[in-house]
């Protein structure tokens, strides 16, 4: 949430700098008179019942709102957002390595990584798999954004305990004292 408030002023994500934090807190108070809920889950209900006009999600959870409400779009900001991924691994503990690794390459086979793709919303980084998506999907700027998009999408970084504190003592203020 930190993050919508620095990119909404054109700073990034992982800024280490207090005034641009504060900057970014100030911005958010300011928008909360027009916040219906902080929450998690309970938004995509919101959203496909349309009880709230806007909210913030992943693209996997978002694919799911617009098949089941035809009035939502699903749009990157302008300004910049974080850029994530979601990862296969294999827990250190893991009884069966041989089969870990074996899943993870079906999961990456072109076909099966597709089918996964389409499946669960969430676009896919495998380029031969994005061949065999229909293109209703892959022309979905929103979910297989442009390379100038992409450019304004920036990773969260381990930014350490200190700063991590901060973040979260400014977001637990924004999420505590709405007016």
Known sequence: VMGLGLNSLGYSLNSKNMSQLEQASDKLSQLTPNIKAIVGDEMKGYLKNSDAALGVTFSGEARDMLDANPHLHYVLPSEGSNLWFDNIVIPKTVKNKKAAYA???FMLEPKNAAQNAEYIGYATPNKTAQKLLPKEITSDKAFY?????????????NLGAKWLGTYDDLYLQFKMYRH
Not at 146 to 156: A, G, K, P
């Open 103 to 105: 899943f993870i390459n």
């Open 145 to 157: 954004p442009s390379d100038q998009v992409i450019s304004h999408l920036e990773v969260y970084n």
